[in-house]
């Protein structure tokens, strides 16, 4: 048996919120689970906002991450944001390789793992997201495609890393599309990367590590989710921009 894992459950508030609304989030947020003492909670605001939801969640246990950086520290790259900037905000995470960015923006599995390495040297803690579009699920190349993502972004790191990583399993055809992975589906998946963890690294070390579960999360589905053993949390889209509906995922299974 794997020594348990603490779940960790993030809202990624993607773009959306004025300061002002991303601070009133921040304070409701606060004012439902911030005396959370058995799970992590984490939010990623827009830039714009990070310093608002800064000081609004200040001394509490909700840790400040954002949704991107660029890979260079710093340099004539217009319009970016660097990995030592985001720390220097008072960011503790980042989400890296989000599919959003891997589909809209363009970025390889060559940008995201340069970002990583940037994140990890600027001693933020990166949300590594992997998974699969639809056609890649029906033509069977799930796997091959997740494999593809987390090895070419973890290769060449040490076990030391991988402790500071957690992994963010999202479907892609589950995000925003109300079409929320099946506890067995997220489960097969999640096992999946677990076995190739464990093949780069330590056993021990990739027992440790979380995989988040993202894609539709809700407060009506979440149970069924982490009751699978390789789920140990979740990344949260449209849910998250309610506090009602993010803290009752955050307080799962309590009835
Ligand atoms: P939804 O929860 O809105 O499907 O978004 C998931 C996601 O992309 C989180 O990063």
Redesign the pocket.
Known sequence: MSAPRRPFLAG?WKMHGTREEAARLARELRGIIGGETERDVAVFPPFTALAAVREALEGSPIGLGAQNCHPEVKGAFTGEISAPMLRDAGCAYVLVG?SERRQLFGETDDTVARKLRAALAADLRPVLCVGETLEERKGGRTEETVRRQIEAALASLSPADLERITIAY?PVW???TGLTATPAQAQEVHGFLRVRLRALFPTAVADRTRIQY????KPDNIDGLMLEPDVDGA?????SLSATSFGAIVRYGRG
């Open positions: 990624n989000h999202e589950a995000i925003g993202g894609g539709s999360v990344l949260v889209g449209g849910a």
